[in-house]
Structures are given as C-alpha cells and as structure tokens.
C-alpha cells in the first residue's frame, strides 16, 4: 500500500509541472536577429542556490530545448573537458573569461550565461514544494553583445490542490512528498520544466529560432 501510494505520488508530482510558462515581457531583438547565431556554447551555470547539485542538474537538461530550437549546442562534456584542461574549473571563472577567448578556443557564434537562484525542496508544517527558478543571457561572441535574457520558474506544486483540503489529507501528502524528496534528487525534474520554458522558442519573450529549424526567420 505504502509502494502504491508513492507511486501514486510520484505521478501526481510529474504532472504538476506541466503547467506554467515564462512570464511575458518587452524584448528588443534587434540585435539578436543582426547576429543570428548558429552555434551555442553552454557555460556551467553559476549556482546562487543552496543546493551543490543545481549547477550540473540543469546544465545536462539545457541541450534539448536548444536543439530543439533549431541551434547546434558545443557538446556539454567536450566543453567541460575542455576548460578544465585550461585550469578553469568553477562556474564563477568560468563566467570571468573574456568572450573572444572563449570564441577563439570554442569556435562557437554566441553563449549562454545561465544562473539557478532556486534549486530544491521547502518543507513546511503541511505541505513541501520544489522549485527551480533559473535566469539566462545569450551573448555573442565576437562582439560581446547581449543578444536576449530571461528567466523561468517551475513548481511541483502547480496545480496541487494539498491532498483535498483536509487537515489530515495535507498531512500525508506532506509526509509522502518528504519520504520521496528525501530519497531521490527532487530537483532534477523540475530543472528540465525549467529549462524547457526558460529556453524553448517560439514562446512570448522566448528564445528565436536558430537555423536547424524549419520555422527560422518566421519569428
């Protein structure tokens, strides 16, 4: 019973993130659509959060959505090996080094600069929550330019109604929740919601589409 319940909860847990989006906002992109970058390096995002595993737990999630915007992303562990190579092994160093070295080196049109101020999960009286909240800034390498920034959050308690209202349903809910936050990375699903509002195109203040993609220059 106990098996099913989690089980249940875990459920219930994945589709509460599916709702949500990046809240709208002015964007110029001018810029943006001057330099139309082709190739994207990823830096390690830098983690303000408390959590030491939301760096790498959102920067293995970031591929996807760029792809799927239609950008060719430097692969995330050729770039790892490559600045550790050159004795540059935080994010917060990583985030100093001058932008044309890192185009000299890299060969790629643009960066992305990612920071996590949430990462993980608050636990309260009767209930938990897990948030992943996220900024990012794409920058041209050649130039320096800012090309686009945003930012996204993403919940595990989006759409959750805390077990029916009840007292004693919000207990349990709370209790399960903290038997399996506690034993797995809760964070790390959330983080791939996060990264696919924060990074996918087409969306109101999103990122543009990038040349792989059969909707680019409709944007």
């Known amino acids: 019973m106990i098996v099913r319940s989690l089980k249940l909860m875990a459920g219930l847990l994945a589709l509460a993130v599916l709702g949500g989006c990046v809240s709208p906002k002015t964007v110029d992109y001018s810029a943006y659509k001057q330099s139309r970058p082709k190739t994207i390096l990823v830096l390690p995002p830098l983690n303000n959060s408390p959590d030491v595993k939301a ?3 959102l920067l293995s999630q970031v591929t996807y959505p760029l ?3 239609g950008y060719y992303v430097l692969p995330i562990t050729l770039v ?3 600045f550790r190579q050159n004795g540059l092994t935080t994010p917060a160093d990583i985030h100093q080094a001058p932008a044309n070295k890192l185009q000299e080196i890299f060969g790629a ?3 992305l600069y990612i920071t996590v101020t949430d990462y993980g999960t608050r636990y309260m009286i009767i209930s ?3 948030v992943v909240t996220a900024s990012a800034k794409l920058v041209d390498l050649k130039s320096g330019t800012t090309l686009w920034t945003g930012s996204a959050r993403a919940s595990s308690e989006e759409g959750g109604n805390n077990g029916g209202g009840n007292l004693i349903g919000m207990l349990i809910t709370a209790a399960v929740k903290q038997v399996i936050n506690s034993s797995t990375d809760a964070g790390h699903p959330i983080a791939g919601v ?3 509002r924060l990074l996918s195109a087409g969306q109101p203040a999103g990122l543009l589409y990038g ?3 059969p909707k680019y220059g409709t944007d």
């Open 55 to 57: 760096s790498y737990s």
């Open 67 to 69: 792809a799927e915007a």
């Open 194 to 196: 996060t990264s696919a």
């Open 128 to 130: 938990s929550e897990t």
């Open 80 to 82: 790892d090996e490559t």
């Open 109 to 111: 049109d643009a960066a």
């Open 211 to 213: 040349p792989r993609s």
